[in-house]
Every structure is written in structure tokens, then in C-alpha cells.
């Protein structure tokens, strides 16, 4: 089967560590690069994350900054569930790899308007790269198979009641992507809280004794411990990771056509996911959105990206 083309957005972050181990060694699966944005921590911060998971797991892709603030609001992290280092519970070798010195909306707009095929763009942290990159260069949108990004919610938010935090850190990012015409596939919490890391998905994974492996276990056992002090949960949401599953198994979701709009009002709802899912207003529908999961089959994709890695 001819591999997909990838081009991960991320703010690494202990789940999209693990997004990023699932598409580095997968034959299923192009990684193309990862730009990276300030979300769940600073961007010098995830930016860093982001070399050293690349560096460790031997992933050899091009790593670009991208935009270290929110087109509008202040930078926002979450470094309760992260930590200060946005990726707190592991000890990486000395760094080695540097940057790619294109910026990150530089990178994406040159890879795409050079893209002899269409990309699949993931995000898993605030859209901000890839709105800018839509501002700027609207020709990118002919080589781009569709955008599938965690953030939102149709039901509830994790950050205030109406809003998830991906969505809240820049709401207008999201507003010119849900409008930009593309596809929109929004993995939400909906789902992704049904995938809780467990203590027994732990053991199950550290079982495996590999570098990769070994990596798991310590990133969600600090991340377990976090979330716990945050939100008195026994497992972690293993939010990002859902992504890049879907795209090596589109069954793995059942996915929803409806109308989006993303909420600017400032307000107490700013930021939410308005979902139509009822199609109430009988508005375009714009997002398709995961309104269920496969779990075991989840945990089996998860299983299966760790045993690739040496």
C-alpha cells in the first residue's frame, strides 16, 4: 500500500509525543515534517520537546518553529498537565539536532505548493501555523487531502465548560481553518476521553521493552500523575494520538458531517466547537466530527507503533 503523506503540526506535550511516535515508523505513513507552535508549553519549550523526541526515536525529519503567540489573544500553556519543561518525566540524550531554518508557516506553504500529491495535515496543538499559512498562500489548499486535527468538542470543554484547550489557546486560528473550504476532520474530547491511559495500558506497553517502550512508560506515568492532581482521574485522555490512528485506520472513528463554527464572542462560551448535530440551523455542514471510537482497537495501533522501534 503506497504510504500517506504526513505534515504534523504539534506543541509536544506528552500526548503528542506519542502522536509523533505513531507516525515516525509507520509503513503506512509519510512524515514529511513537524512545525511546531506555543501551546502546551512555550515554544522555545516544545520546540525542543519536539527535537529530542525526533533525536531519540530516530525519526530524521525536518523540524521547524513556527509562531510562538496566538494571532490575537496571549500565549496560553498548560503546564499543570505538562510540566515545566512541557514534557516532564523523561531524560533525553544530549541534543544534537538542530532546527530546519525555515520557519514553520514557510515550511508548510513551500511543501505544499510543492507537493507533487496531496498532504494529509495533522494537528494536535493551536491551529495558529497552519491559519497563518492559509492567510498567506491560499494555493496550498489544492494539495491538501484534508485537515485532521484534535481540539473541540461538541458536548463539553476541559479548560472552562464550553471550550477544549486547543481551540481556546487561538480561536481565530481555528475560525480561518473550519472556513477555509478543506475537509475538517475534529477529533474532539468527545472521544478522546474514552481512551484513558490506564494503569494497565501501561504495563501492557512497557511489556513491549524497547526504547520506544521505555519512553511511553515514563511520559504517562508523569502524565497519569498529573492529571490526577488536575482533574482526579486514574488515566490520562490520551488526546493526540487519536489522529494519527485515524489515519492508518479510518474505521476506528465514527465521524459525524456537520455544521462548525467556532465560538469569538469573548464571552464565556469563547472558543467553544458550536456543533450542529442535530442540524438545527440546516447551515453548509463544514467538519466531519468523531462522535465515537474503537478503544481496544486504539490500544492495538498504540501497541503495534511501539513494536516498530528498536
Same mark, same amino acid.
Given at each position: 500500500?503506497?504510504?500517506?503523506?504526513?505534515?504534523?503540526?504539534?506543541?509536544?506535550?506528552?500526548?503528542?509525543?506519542?502522536?509523533?511516535?505513531?507516525?515516525?515508523?509507520?509503513?503506512?505513513?509519510?512524515?514529511?515534517?513537524?512545525?511546531?507552535?506555543?501551546?502546551?508549553?512555550?515554544?522555545?519549550?516544545?520546540?525542543?520537546?519536539?527535537?529530542?523526541?525526533?533525536?531519540?526515536?530516530?525519526?530524521?525529519?525536518?523540524?521547524?518553529?513556527?509562531?510562538?503567540?496566538?494571532?490575537?489573544?496571549?500565549?496560553?500553556?498548560?503546564?499543570?498537565?505538562?510540566?515545566?519543561?512541557?514534557?516532564?518525566?523523561?531524560?533525553?540524550?544530549?541534543?544534537?539536532?538542530?532546527?530546519?531554518?525555515?520557519?514553520?508557516?514557510?515550511?508548510?506553504?513551500? +511543501?505544499?505548493?510543492?507537493?507533487?500529491? /496531496?498532504?494529509? %495535515?495533522?494537528?494536535?496543538?493551536?491551529?495558529? $501555523?497552519? #491559519?497563518?499559512? *492559509?492567510?498567506?498562500?491560499?494555493?496550498?489548499?489544492?494539495?491538501?487531502?484534508?485537515?485532521?486535527?484534535?481540539?473541540?468538542?461538541?458536548?463539553?470543554?476541559?479548560?472552562?465548560?464550553?471550550?477544549?484547550?486547543?481551540?481556546?489557546?487561538?480561536?481565530?486560528?481555528?475560525?480561518?481553518?473550519?472556513?477555509?473550504?478543506?475537509?475538517?476532520?475534529?477529533?474532539?474530547?468527545?472521544? +478522546?476521553?474514552?481512551?484513558?491511559?490506564? /494503569?494497565?495500558? %501501561?504495563?501492557?506497553?512497557?511489556?513491549?521493552? $524497547?526504547? #520506544?517502550?521505555? *519512553?511511553?512508560?515514563?511520559?504517562?506515568?508523569?502524565?497519569?500523575?498529573?492529571?490526577?492532581?488536575?482533574?482526579?482521574?486514574?488515566?490520562?485522555?490520551?488526546?493526540?494520538?487519536?489522529?494519527?490512528?485515524?489515519?492508518?485506520?479510518?474505521?476506528?472513528?465514527?465521524?459525524?458531517?456537520?455544521?462548525?463554527?467556532?465560538?469569538?464572542?469573548?464571552?464565556?462560551?469563547?472558543?467553544? +466547537?458550536?456543533?450542529?448535530?442535530?442540524?438545527?440551523?440546516?447551515?453548509?455542514?463544514?467538519?466531519?466530527?468523531?462522535?465515537?471510537?474503537?478503544?481496544?482497537?486504539?490500544?492495538?495501533?498504540?501497541?503495534?507503533?511501539?513494536?516498530?522501534?528498536?
Amino acid at each position: 500500500m503506497k504510504k500517506r503523506k504526513v505534515l504534523l503540526d504539534c506543541d509536544p506535550g506528552h500526548d503528542d509525543a506519542i502522536a509523533i511516535m505513531l507516525a515516525g515508523k509507520n509503513e503506512l505513513i509519510d512524515l514529511i515534517g513537524i512545525t511546531v507552535v506555543s501551546g502546551n508549553q512555550t515554544l522555545e519549550k516544545t520546540g525542543r520537546n519536539a527535537l529530542n523526541l525526533c533525536q531519540y526515536l530516530d525519526i530524521d525529519v525536518p523540524v521547524c518553529l513556527g509562531a510562538d503567540n496566538p494571532i490575537i489573544k496571549d500565549v496560553e500553556i498548560c503546564e499543570a498537565i505538562h510540566g515545566e519543561s512541557g514534557l516532564d518525566g523523561f531524560t533525553f540524550p544530549k541534543l544534537t539536532k538542530t532546527y530546519d531554518e525555515r520557519r514553520g508557516v514557510d515550511f508548510i506553504v513551500d +511543501t505544499l505548493l510543492n507537493a507533487e500529491e /496531496p498532504i494529509d %495535515v495533522v494537528t494536535t496543538g493551536p491551529m495558529t $501555523n497552519l #491559519a497563518l499559512a *492559509l492567510r498567506v498562500e491560499p494555493r496550498i489548499k489544492k494539495n491538501i487531502r484534508q485537515v485532521t486535527l484534535m481540539g473541540g468538542s461538541y458536548q463539553f470543554g476541559n479548560v472552562t465548560p464550553a471550550a477544549e484547550f486547543n481551540i481556546l489557546v487561538d480561536p481565530e486560528a481555528a475560525h480561518i481553518v473550519f472556513n477555509s473550504g478543506l475537509r475538517i476532520n475534529m477529533i474532539g474530547l468527545d472521544v +478522546t476521553h474514552m481512551v484513558k491511559v490506564l /494503569p494497565s495500558v %501501561v504495563k501492557r506497553m512497557e511489556a513491549i521493552h $524497547n526504547k #520506544a517502550s521505555k *519512553l511511553f512508560t515514563k511520559l504517562m506515568k508523569v502524565y497519569n500523575e498529573n492529571q490526577y492532581k488536575v482533574f482526579e482521574l486514574e488515566g490520562g485522555p490520551l488526546h493526540d494520538p487519536v489522529t494519527i490512528a485515524y489515519l492508518l485506520d479510518e474505521d476506528l472513528l465514527e465521524m459525524k458531517h456537520v455544521n462548525c463554527e467556532i465560538d469569538l464572542s469573548k464571552g464565556s462560551s469563547y472558543g467553544r +466547537t458550536n456543533c450542529d448535530i442535530f442540524n438545527y440551523l440546516g447551515k453548509p455542514k463544514n467538519t466531519y466530527v468523531a462522535v465515537d471510537i474503537d478503544v481496544e482497537k486504539f490500544w492495538d495501533i498504540v501497541e503495534d507503533a511501539i513494536k516498530k522501534y528498536d
